[in-house]
């Protein structure tokens, strides 16, 4: 199994400032053939099923707000929020499909500062 | 707007079968995967499996030989089955709909709201 490992588990933000999360994966997660990785990212808000934000480690999904931005390749990945409002507060988690089982992170909890 | 909600009873007693089914609106079956995912707090987000649209599945090989996952195109609808559960079991249960693409599974864009089953005696 690819395991996907997160950090921190935790992380305090001020309001209008930039958060940043880690994810890294046991192995690649670049399919060669597309030169995608098969990475994404939610975020899960109380009593709320998780909502996909960013696909392909990078693509923003269609109504994501640009604050939100994925990046990095191979192993190695982030998680940005450029400007921190009030309506991210919540749990973070990425996700690998290049292989099943398909694997999560054990989450990030945003909070305010 | 494609919505899917997760139906089946909340209480399961130990040894015996949970059964779910979740019902797809606003859409087709069409050329996604469909998939089960659960949470719990102890272990976070775990995928149980996924069918595709001509019925072939992958599970995930922690779960053994306990999961069946099945698919009824007439009623738009696809099904979990969980066997001889314990209490390990108890868990928020997701149903999630699952792009393709290049024929391979992608990110889980569509999800239910989930539904609280616990294994209890």
């Known amino acids: 199994d690819i395991v996907m490992t997160q950090s921190p588990d935790s992380l305090a933000v001020s309001l209008g400032e930039r958060a940043t999360i880690s994810c890294k994966s046991s192995?690649?997660?670049?399919?060669?053939?597309?030169?995608?990785?098969?990475l994404g990212w939610y975020q899960q808000k109380p009593g709320q099923p998780p909502k996909l934000l960013v696909y392909w480690a990078s693509t923003r999904e269609s109504g994501v707000p640009d604050r939100f931005s994925g990046s990095g390749s191979g192993t190695d990945f982030t998680l940005t929020i450029s400007s921190l409002q009030a309506e991210d507060v919540a749990v973070y988690y990425c996700q690998q499909y290049y292989s099943t089982p398909i694997t999560f992170g054990q989450g990030t909890r945003l909070e305010i500062k | 707007q494609v919505r899917l909600q997760e139906s089946g009873p909340g209480l399961v007693k130990p040894s015996e079968t949970l059964s779910l089914t979740c019902t797809i609106s606003g859409g087709y079956i069409g050329s996604y995967y469909w998939s089960w995912i659960r949470q719990t707090p102890g272990k976070g987000l775990e995928w149980i499996g996924f069918?595709?649209?001509?019925?072939?599945?992958n599970h995930n090989p922690s779960l053994q030989s306990r999961v069946t996952i099945s698919l009824d195109t007439s009623k738009n609808q696809f099904s979990l089955i969980l066997n001889s559960v314990t209490a390990a079991d108890t868990a928020i249960y997701y149903c999630?709909?699952?792009?393709?693409?290049?024929?391979?599974?992608?990110?889980?864009?569509?999800w239910g709201q989930g539904t609280m089953v616990t294994v209890f005696s």
């Open positions: 999630a709909r699952v792009r393709r693409s290049s024929g391979r599974p992608d990110a889980s864009d569509i």
């Open positions: 192995q690649s997660i670049l399919y060669s053939s597309n030169n995608r990785n098969y």
């Open positions: 069918i595709d649209y001509s019925g072939n599945t």
